[in-house]
């Protein structure tokens, strides 16, 4: 079975801190996606990367940046961290249209 | 004052009855259709899926319906069990190269035992 894994369940972090987000997958999947997740709202996407070092904005990059270093790692940074960007964070990897999410990051800003 | 969040729909069911979750979108030119189930806690997980050349797919349970028409897409569960409590999400794949996964807002189904 493909692998999606998230290093962090749960993390809190203070207002204006760096955070990295940092998401493994282990079947050479080219294609990975950053989500948050908000009650009400869904899933919404903030980044995708179709290879390495390649990257292309989601509907809401604003106060996030991506990393994708390498194939099966893709790293989701929050350069001044704020407290509307406590939330669920979801990884994905995909191969075509075959999806498979990590098991999620919930971030606290404080 | 005190400000009012936004409200996932819910769907409460009795334990051994049918469910119909029921989904819109709205770019007609999407033609992957997806559901998934996220149980409290995980990442959401594929339950089935329908392409826009189909208006029909069955699979243990459960039954995506597809009508372009209207743009709506619903998921049917026969027989829902407790285990079957969770959040459900359909999502769209655009007509593009992109694969981007759209999702919508998500139905919270609870099961009364």
């Known amino acids: 079975d493909v692998k999606v894994t998230q290093s962090s369940r749960y993390l809190v972090k203070r207002t204006g801190e760096k955070v990295f987000l940092e998401c493994v997958q282990d079947m050479d999947h080219e294609n990975m996606f950053w989500y948050r997740q908000d009650p009400g709202l869904g899933l919404r996407l903030i980044y995708f990367?179709?290879?390495?070092?390649m990257k292309e904005k989601g509907d809401i990059p604003e106060g996030y940046s991506v990393s994708r270093e390498k194939k099966e790692r893709f790293s989701l940074i929050l350069e001044s961290a704020s407290t509307n960007q406590t939330s669920m964070y979801l990884c994905?990897?995909?191969w075509g249209d075959g999806y498979t999410f990590g098991s999620g990051t919930r971030l606290t800003v404080v | 004052g005190e400000s009012v969040g936004l409200h996932l729909p819910t769907l409460s069911v009795q334990e051994g009855d049918n469910s119909i979750i029921n989904c819109a979108y709205s770019n007609s030119a999407s033609d992957y259709f997806i559901w998934y189930k996220q149980e409290s806690g995980k990442g959401p997980q594929f339950i089935i899926d329908?392409?826009?050349?189909?208006d029909k797919r069955q699979g243990q349970r459960v039954t995506v319906l597809l009508n372009k028409t209207v743009k709506h897409l619903s998921l049917q569960i026969a027989a829902t069990q407790p285990g079957d409590s969770a959040v459900y999400f359909c999502a769209e794949i655009r007509g593009d190269s992109s694969y981007k996964l759209i999702f919508g807002s998500g139905t919270r189904l609870l099961v009364r035992p």
């Open positions: 329908i392409r826009s050349n189909m």
């Open positions: 990367s179709y290879d390495v070092k």
């Open positions: 994905a990897s995909s």
